[in-house]
Structures are given as C-alpha cells and as structure tokens.
C-alpha cells in the first residue's frame, strides 16, 4: 500500500513539473517552426539587418514570460540572463528587448491564434470567465512545511471576503 502511495506522488511530481530549461526549450522549438513556416512571411519586408537576437528568441522569451512570474521585465530578464544564459547567449538588455518585444507583439498574437486552431479551439467572440479560490492551508498556518510551497500563493476573494493561501481556478468558456 506504501509503495503504491510512493508511485503515484512519483508520477504525480513528473506530471505536473517540468523545469524551466526544458519549459523555454520546447517553447522555442514550436515558436522556431511556426516562425519559419509563416511569421517570416507575415513579417516580409522587415527593414535593417539580421539581429544577432532572433524574432523567435524574443518571441519564444515573450510567451515563457506568462509562465515564469516576475513582476516585471528587467527582473525577468535579469533571472533569464542568470540562470539560463547559455539558452540565450546574445540576449539583449532591457530597453532592446522592450522594443524587440512591441514590435513583434502581433506576431506572437497570430502564433497563439494558430496554435489554438491546431488544437481545434474555435474562436468565439464572446467568453464567459469564472474564477474560484481554492485554499490548500488555512492561511494563519505556517506555510514553510506545507507541500504547496512553491507553487501556491497567498490571495483574496473580494466577493467572499477571504484571504488565503492556495489556488485560483479559472474557467474559461466560449459563448
């Protein structure tokens, strides 16, 4: 029974962790192949020379963005430059990146638009949004020992007046 216990937070972990290297890998390599395949023609005439810093590295560092919470840009990019600055070796500084970024915003709209085709979700006009908290702990409760560490956070429900500690579920439906 024990071991069973084991397995199943074994597979569970490998389930629901992957780390960033291999997170801003796979990232790179579907932004990569769709770039290749339809951005540059969306971008045809792009004036000036070839960037040492590709379209799709700003694109792919765009998009993990939404994945790896930093509250803004130059935090972000200073965690990527020091943590994973092999992936990125020629990664731009702040204020190049920003323009980098503003310039290839609709770009990384129409990647996401065809991404959600290929998945078969139909684009609605309309989407109705629902969100929940999901406490994990009581939120007085010492958060250092609790296996949520790391991937929970402490928020507030302002329809219910409650502050805690956990998750926000979010449902999105096309209407």
């Known amino acids: 029974m024990g071991s069973d216990k084991t397995n ?3 597979t569970f972990s490998l389930m629901t962790s992957i780390d960033i290297e291999t997170l801003l890998t ?3 390599v579907h932004v990569d192949d769709w770039y290749q395949e339809k951005g540059r023609k969306l971008l045809k005439g792009k004036a000036g020379r070839k960037a040492t810093f590709s379209d799709s590295e700003v694109m ?3 998009i993990a963005e939404d994945y790896i919470p930093y509250p803004g840009e130059t935090q972000y990019l200073g965690y990527i430059r020091a943590n994973h600055g092999g992936l990125f070796p020629q990664l731009l500084d702040q204020s190049q990146f920003n323009r980098r970024t503003r310039s290839l915003r609709y770009l990384v709209e ?3 638009r065809d991404w959600l085709m ?3 979700v139909e684009q609605a006009s309309t989407y109705l949004i629902d969100t929940k908290p999901l406490p994990v702990v009581s939120y007085k409760r ?3 020992r609790s296996e949520f560490l790391g991937s929970a956070d402490y928020g507030y429900c ?3 007046e409650l502050h805690y500690f956990g998750y926000k579920l979010v449902m999105v439906i096309p209407h």
Do not use: D
Request: avoid cysteine.
């Open 60 to 62: 792919t560092l765009m």
């Open 110 to 112: 129409a990647l996401r």
């Open 118 to 120: 290929e998945l078969g």
């Open 142 to 144: 010492s958060k250092r």
């Open 8 to 10: 199943h937070q074994r």
């Open 158 to 160: 302002a329809s219910r």
């Open 26 to 28: 796979i990232i790179f």
